[in-house]
């Protein structure tokens, strides 16, 4: 396994890895997998006003991407338990790179670039044990693979970078799985989701958990204020009708807390949050697709705003409010104030969307 110090050192060595910017691609500001109405599977790269800058092909279906942060280069990941991840060039339509989980690994569909953009971290599971892994990747040398670090759980599903920070944030589901069963759920028994924060070469910086009692809450998404708060959603295990809050907030010194939801409309969402975003300085976005609806939660006046659209589910900030996608093909605008409409275009868009930069 990889050593910290001979990560740095690999790191440190590799050569600067030339290629366009963003603007080249078209200015896109965010993107997401989705699927044409001819069945195929696309990396669609999306202006702020909804527009369409680039499409370039996948193999499969999609999860996720990472957005290199200087670079129009995006990692495009298959859906667990894929076993690839692209590397495209947005702004000519190349692919770059194909990666390749290790024997005995699959990929979650989640990735991150560091800051400087030199090493990509994607979220992994050892099919033996069911260790959750973090992959490490020259992502200024060819993407070669470095090697791995642990993930501090079982079954870490989003990773992300804090805003401004090496920091990286990883969602352990606590979920096990195994290919030769696809998706079934293995240990809900005993199941210990977590949110782990980890420096940039895989120190434990904290590892932080709900109470025991609501063990079966599965972390699986996050995203990150500029002040080290982690907004995240839950993917609740047990009986729908027994379902906590699927919300929630970590506060650096303060530990994870769950948001309060009522009662009458989380019964509708089937426990089942789809992604989460930071919406300003205080607000929270997240979407709820087997409800149909998305929420605005504003932490600082403790008021929120439910904003009804079928299939809802990516969702990222831009600037200070959000962008939103849905499994129809329709692209919106989110603030504390409503929903803008924005686009509608033949697709229909997968789980996540990402922002650039």
């Given at each position: ?12 060595a ?35 006003d ?36 692209l ?13 390749h989980?290790?024997e ?17 971290y994607?979220?992994?599971n050892?099919i033996?044990?069911g260790a ?8 200024s040398?060819g ?5 791995e ?87 609740w ?8 809050s ?17 009662s ?65 093909g ?6 504390a104030?409503?929903?803008?409409p ?16």
């Amino acid at each position: 396994m990889q050593t910290r110090r001979s990560f740095m050192q690999a790191t440190a060595a590799a050569a600067t890895f030339p290629t366009t910017s963003w603007a080249a691609a078209g200015a896109p500001t965010h993107l997401s997998a989705a699927r044409k109405t001819d069945g195929s599977y696309h990396l669609v790269g999306l202006r702020g006003d909804g527009g369409i800058a680039f499409t370039q092909p996948l193999p499969g279906r999609g999860h996720a991407a990472a957005a290199h942060p200087e670079r129009a280069e995006a990692v495009a990941f298959a859906r667990r338990p894929g076993t690839f991840a692209l590397v495209l060039e947005c702004s000519e339509g190349a692919v770059l790179q194909k990666l390749h989980a290790p024997e005995g690994r699959h990929f979650y569909g989640h990735g991150a670039f560091s800051r400087d953009g030199r090493r990509l971290y994607t979220t992994e599971n050892e099919i033996e044990t069911g260790a959750g892994r973090i992959g490490l990747w020259d992502a200024s040398n060819g993407y070669r693979r470095l090697g791995e670090l642990s993930s501090n759980g079982i079954g870490p599903h989003e990773i992300i970078r804090l805003p401004g920070t090496d920091t990286l944030a990883i969602a352990n589901g606590g979920i096990r799985t195994h290919p030769d069963t696809g998706r079934e759920k293995l240990n809900l028994d005993t199941m210990q989701p977590n949110l782990t924060l980890m420096s940039a070469v895989g120190e434990i910086l904290e590892a932080a958990e709900l109470p025991a009692p609501l063990h079966q809450n599965s972390l699986r998404h996050i995203a990150g204020f500029n002040d080290g708060r982690v907004a995240c959603a839950f993917q609740w295990q047990g009986d729908v009708y027994a379902s906590p809050s699927i919300v929630g907030l970590y506060t650096p010194g303060v530990g994870l807390q769950l948001l309060e939801m009522d009662s009458g409309f989380l019964y509708g969402l089937d426990g089942y949050a789809g992604s989460i975003a930071t919406v300003g300085a205080d607000q929270i976005g997240i979407t709820f697709p087997r409800g149909g609806v998305a929420q605005v939660i504003d932490l600082k006046r403790e008021t929120s705003k439910i904003l009804r659209r079928a299939d809802i589910c990516g969702i990222a900030r831009a600037n200070q409010d959000a962008l939103a996608t849905d499994g129809l093909g329709g692209v919106q605008r989110i603030d504390a104030g409503g929903t803008t409409p924005l686009a509608q275009h033949p697709l229909a868009f997968d789980n996540h969307l990402i922002a650039i930069g």
